[in-house]
């Protein structure tokens, strides 16, 4: 999870960005919805202005089989 926050533009939004990560980095179970619900929350880093967490989180998750489709 560090290397995300290490591309964090404001230190202001910490606590917002590790609200959007953490499930999506910790997440136990994956199943199409929850993976749609995950994708949907990406959108709320470039909202923040966060735009290097969104771009290095989504190419890690571009690798992942269940996110690949989503994230073209």
């Keep these: ?16 960005i590790t609200d959007i990560i953490q ?9 199409d919805d929850v993976v749609r619900k995950n994708v949907r929350s990406l959108d709320k880093l470039k909202e923040l202005g966060e735009h290097g967490v969104y771009t290095v989180l989504v190419e890690q998750l571009k690798n992942s089989p269940l996110y690949e489709k989503y994230l073209k």
């Design 1 to 16: 999870m560090y290397e995300y926050m290490a591309k964090m533009k404001n230190p202001d939004n910490w606590s917002a």
């Design 23 to 31: 499930p999506i980095v910790e997440g136990d179970i994956l199943n």
